[in-house]
């Protein structure tokens, strides 16, 4: 049990990251675990470990061969706390309904793919907080895969390379990441939930801001003059597709999403989201939107409106295809694991897809948690030391 008390004592170090924080990073309890870390990478003959002024923890294994770097991050989500996280083992679970507290019930009637986890040991939260399996599951997956190595010095192994990073949750996990201080051929961060899979295509993303400054007149005088900026904006929206929303989208399709409208009817701002796995599609959505923006102008030539579109983050797949090396060698390791591989489509971005188009190819593994943000967050004990395995022979030369 001792990879799962790794597991366990990392749980228990709060480190929720803050979205309405100016500081980097943006919890400075973050760095509670990045020292920690630091000092166990240590400890296990990453000599080099540090932490640098963001909070990231660096460290290498020289090895032979390919120089491999392995990517988790070290803050917790948002939606439920971290604070007083105390996790408890479930074992040989039974298929009956686990209690986290007077209020909270873990059962398979809610998670129905639960019910693929009878007989297994699982690590439950509570109820009171989440987990934070994600990520830190996959950060004590790749310290037990180096402490199997520190143990065992005459098993060969690769150029390991390690980066712990801040504020994964929050978008800014990327942000400050140096690809000279990870020092790779290729990466795979370990971050995800079922364990068969490797992903490698993320949402191409872009984010939208439309501000619009009608003609405010006393309505009672408002004949003919009057243009309210909220009515606008209501046009622009109905020019959309309306059977193109997060409502309507299947798995591999994108969608615009309007995140908030604000404002009165002089002026209002509208903000949304677009999202597609193919660029194209992407492109013309964005297109679009300028297409109505147009056309609102020419209707209403006495009105201002602005228009800000920016990028957000990219599709790793066309970064991934021109360098499958760290897929084909995940694959490899999961079946000789006993593990048959398959990819999924992550409906959202990762710090891998800006590591890639940073340079750093970078898809991303699973870790045998589940039900991430939340109180019925769980990890599947025979699945994490699974993982363990795989990055032991990932890592092995
Ligand atoms: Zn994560």
């Known amino acids: 049990m001792k990879n799962i008390e790794r597991f366990i004592r990392y749980a228990k170090i709060d480190t929720q990251a803050d979205d309405k924080s100016k500081t980097v990073p943006s919890t400075l309890k973050q760095k509670d675990l990045s020292i920690l870390l630091v000092k166990e990478l240590k400890e296990l003959g990453l000599s080099d470990a540090y932490m640098d002024e963001f909070g990231i923890v660096y ?143 993320n949402f191409n993303a872009a984010a939208a801001k439309i501000f619009i400054r009608g003609v405010a007149v006393h309505p009672g005088e408002g004949k003919n003059s009057l243009i309210n900026a909220i009515l606008v904006l209501h046009e622009l929206i109905s020019g959309l597709p309306a059977k193109e929303t997060p409502f309507d989208a299947g798995p591999n399709d994108g969608y615009w999403h309007i995140n908030s409208l604000n404002g009165s009817s002089e002026s209002a701002e509208l903000e949304m989201i677009l999202r597609d796995f193919d660029d194209d599609n992407l492109q013309n959505r964005i297109a679009l939107l300028y297409e109505i923006v147009d056309s609102l102008k020419t209707k209403y030539p006495k009105i201002y409106i602005e228009i800000k579109v920016n990028k957000q983050y990219e599709n790793m797949r066309p970064y991934v295809e021109k360098d499958p090396r760290p897929i084909e060698l995940a694959k490899k390791c999961l079946l000789k694991n006993g593990i048959t591989p398959r990819s999924t489509k992550i409906r959202g971005g990762t710090d891998g897809a800006t590591f890639s188009k940073m340079g750093l190819v970078t898809p991303n593994l699973g870790t045998g948690s589940y039900n991430h943000h939340g109180r019925f967050e769980y990890m599947v004990v025979q699945e994490f030391e699974k993982m363990i395995a795989v990055v032991i022979d990932m890592m092995r030369a």
């Open 59 to 201: 460290a290498h294994l020289p090895g032979v061969g390919d120089k491999i770097g392995f990517n988790s991050h070290v803050d917790t989500a948002l939606e439920v706390t971290n604070t007083h996280c105390q996790p408890r083992i479930v074992e040989k679970w039974d298929g009956n309904d686990i209690k986290l507290n007077d209020k909270y019930i873990l059962s398979s009637k809610q998670f129905p793919d639960l019910a693929r986890h009878i007989g297994k040991d699982l690590v439950v939260t509570n109820g009171e907080t989440l987990l934070g399996a994600d990520d830190k599951a996959g950060i004590a997956i790749i310290m037990s895969a180096l402490e199997y190595f520190h143990k065992n010095s005459d098993v060969k192994h690769k150029s390991i390379s390690v980066a712990f990073t801040c504020d994964e949750e929050i978008g800014m996990g990327a942000a400050h990441f140096d690809l000279k201080k990870m020092d790779a051929d290729y990466a795979v961060t370990i971050d995800g939930s079922f364990i068969d899979c490797i992903d490698f295509e």
